[in-house]
């Protein structure tokens, strides 16, 4: 119908250090038609990640913090460069740094993280081998809100990987990781359609509060 416009896209904004193998599961369900939104900014704590190829370069935002006077004014540029992009969700995909206070707050409510763990348990970093050195039966992957509190954020959904006897932290990694690409796109579905919400810090999905985590099941 002539003179009838589109409705805008969501919008999203990604922080990575790494590889962006989940910035690419984002971008390639958006491709695909599976995730109606729209990438409007990487940004990264490390300007030769490869992640920042993957995005036009009107798109790719970064720095390093070792070039500012301290961590919470890297913080204020880098928020200072997303708020400019406008971005309805902000995805903590793979971003290596802990987030300050401020840098949190400001984006609170709107923001979430893809942990390589079941949360609660292992929270912070080399989450395979604890899994393992754990004698944990399931290991998996968690979307969650991102809080002040490393990791501690309401926990939206989850996706788990049997343990095998012949687990290394490697072999477990490339497991989980497989399933990291499949439960981020699903989340964001949810995020971008209005389905889901923060309040009182917990996860509201739906009207309803998630008491416990949407545990997700997904082929191999």
Not at 41 to 70: I, M, Y
Request: glycine share 8%; net charge negative; proline share 6%.
């Amino acid at each position: 119908m002539s003179g009838v416009q589109a409705s805008p896209l969501p919008r999203l904004a990604v922080l990575c250090s790494g590889r962006g193998s989940n910035l690419d599961a984002i971008l390639s369900a958006i491709s695909a038609g599976t995730l109606d939104a729209e990438v409007v900014g990487v940004f990264s704590d490390k300007p030769a990640c490869t992640a920042l190829q993957h995005v036009a370069p009107e798109l790719r935002w970064s720095a390093k913090p070792g070039d500012f006077p301290n961590r919470a004014s890297f913080e204020q540029a880098m928020g200072d460069a997303i708020a400019a992009a406008r971005p309805d969700w902000i995805v903590c995909a793979g971003y290596m740094r802990i987030l300050g206070n401020a840098f949190v707050e400001r984006f609170r409510g709107r923001m979430l993280n893809v942990h390589p763990s079941l949360l609660p348990r292992h929270r912070g970093l080399d989450t395979h081998r604890h899994a393992l050195e754990a004698g944990d039966r399931e290991h998996g992957a968690s979307i969650h809100f991102v809080i002040p509190e490393l990791d501690a954020g309401a926990v939206i959904a989850q996706v788990a990987v049997p343990m095998q006897a012949t687990d290394t932290p490697q072999t477990l990694a490339a497991r989980v990781l497989v399933q990291e690409h499949l439960l981020l796109p699903e989340v964001l579905r949810w995020a971008v359609a209005g389905r889901l919400h923060e309040r009182d810090s917990t996860a509201i999905l739906d009207g309803h509060t998630l008491f416990t985590p949407r545990r997700l099941e997904f082929a191999e």
